[in-house]
């Protein structure tokens, strides 16, 4: 089976036949967002279907090509004749083609050839650094701190036991799902991964979604739809964010767990329900049962040995702060022209990033590494270019201190920007070019900024060894 497919099509149909030979399936609507995915996903198979014309599924094709060369896309045609499919084929560069939606056979043979191609496990060069061990590895947890080892034993003493359902909990961006795949990972390895955002869809759909539905049930159901409860066969079922979820269905959901079957939506038929189902929430579930918001029950049922994430703010994980940064900076594809270029931080850069308290903590650090690889033109990220936006700034999270709370209100980063550069020049001796290089700016720019700062040596102190030189911090009108 293969481990992450791009399907890109709005045909459900084609979306399910991707399902069943792959354990994880990135849904596209379009060519823009397909490529978006392939950008960030290392996916090893791509599914298109033939609402696209030739020209825009081979801007697709060459735009995947040039993100990884290696991985084989395959046009879903729709009864098409030989030499229609052979024609398109040739036009956008595809490796292969299904005569139609239901060719599966052919699906899975091209699908045994694509899994005996791919490595079992892509080892970067350095990697030990970053991951603990290779369940951490396989499903990218980066970490060495005391929290993450913590979380990797309750998950390795989860996923060896018969618990199920499984809850994990932790803030926005704090790797809910990596959490989940580990899960899945030791306990139902090759099985389907089955993922579902519960505050993406409305109830009827995300009912429809889960159990699926029989010809006829509502308005609109022309046919059979087979949920994702009934793909994940003997996988996993990942319930992201089921804070989410609608009341009446957390009762439906609260039975399933119980009776370990489910019915169809205008079904009468009991399905067996195999799979592990392992729910995720970013908010405190016992507040959210006081204020009648979620089922106390269900939540009950969940909260058997759940798997809390620390954030990045906590104490016992602010040590991988440093770490998450050099791994995104190594493995970031956004901009491939500059890959393997930019190699390191300065000291002034890792210090910003580590007094920065995270409120969106490890989706919010890949964003501001991201930025920085794109603003970067030199081979090493400094100050200049580590840009947190002030709405990230003032993000306040449940749980921050007052003293977090005060620092970020008299916050000024022309302040900050002031003190960092008399400190760069305060350590180097006044030796501009050093300190601009210490600041990851030009000498230039910091010869505009000390101007500009009206930064001053004091006279008296010229004598002084470079470590003891003083500096003369002026007001500056902010």
């Known amino acids: 089976m293969l481990s992450k497919t791009i399907v890109v099509s709005r045909d459900v149909e084609i979306q399910n036949l991707a399902r069943q030979v792959s354990e994880q399936t990135f849904v596209a609507d379009d060519t823009t967002e397909a490529l978006d995915i392939a950008a960030t996903v290392h996916c090893d198979f791509v599914l298109v279907g033939t609402e696209f014309n030739s020209e825009t599924t081979f801007d697709l094709i060459r735009g995947i090509k040039t993100i990884s060369t290696n991985v084989p896309v395959v046009i879903v045609g729709q009864n098409h004749t030989e030499a229609e499919i052979s024609e398109k084929v040739r036009l956008t560069g595809a490796n292969d083609y299904l005569r139609s939606k239901e060719d599966l056979a052919k699906l899975r043979q091209i699908a045994i050839q694509t899994a005996e191609k791919v490595p079992a496990t892509v080892t970067h060069a350095g990697d030990d650094c970053f991951f603990i061990d290779e369940l951490a590895r396989s499903v990218s947890f980066v970490g060495q701190s005391k929290a993450i080892r913590d979380t990797l034993e309750l998950i390795g003493l989860v996923a060896e036991s018969q618990c199920n359902p499984v809850l994990i909990t932790g803030e926005t961006g704090t790797g809910k799902e990596l959490a989940a795949r580990a899960v899945h990972a030791l306990r139902n390895p090759g099985k389907p991964f089955v993922a579902v955002n519960c505050a993406a869809l409305t109830a009827n759909l995300l009912e429809s979604e ?80 006081r204020a009648k918001r979620f089922r106390q029950d269900l939540h009950y049922r969940l909260n058997i040995c759940p798997i809390i994430i620390a954030p990045l703010r906590a104490e016992s994980r602010r040590e991988d702060i440093v770490l998450l940064a050099e791994y995104f900076l190594k493995t970031s594809t956004i901009c491939p022209a500059k890959a393997g270029r930019i190699r390191s931080f300065t000291k002034l850069a890792l210090e910003a990033l580590q007094q920065h308290i995270w409120p969106g903590n490890v989706r919010e650090l890949r964003n ?5 690889i794109l603003l970067e033109k030199t081979d090493k990220i400094g100050l200049n270019n580590i840009r947190i936006e002030q709405g990230e700034c003032h993000e306040t999270t449940s749980g921050f201190s007052a003293a977090h709370s005060l620092q970020i209100e008299n916050f000024s980063l022309a302040k900050a920007e002031h003190s960092l550069i008399a400190r760069a020049l305060q350590q180097t001796g006044w030796q501009k070019t050093k300190a601009a290089a210490l600041l990851g700016i030009t000498r230039a720019t910091l010869y505009a900024k000390v101007k500009q700062y009206n930064i001053e040596k004091k006279p008296a102190d010229s004598n002084k060894q470079p470590n003891d030189t003083a500096v003369t911090y002026q007001p500056v009108s902010v």
């Open 368 to 372: 501001v590494i991201e930025r920085a």
């Open 210 to 289: 889960l159990f699926g539905h029989v010809k006829g049930s509502f308005t609109g159901a022309e046919r059979e739809k087979t949920g994702l409860m009934e793909l994940a066969a003997d996988g996993t079922l990942f319930l992201d964010e089921i804070s989410e979820m609608p009341t009446d269905l957390q009762a439906k959901l609260l039975r399933v767990l119980q009776e370990k079957t489910f019915r169809k939506v205008g079904g009468v038929e009991d399905i067996l329900c195999k799979a592990t189902i392992i729910t995720s929430s970013n908010r405190n579930l016992f507040r959210e049962t």
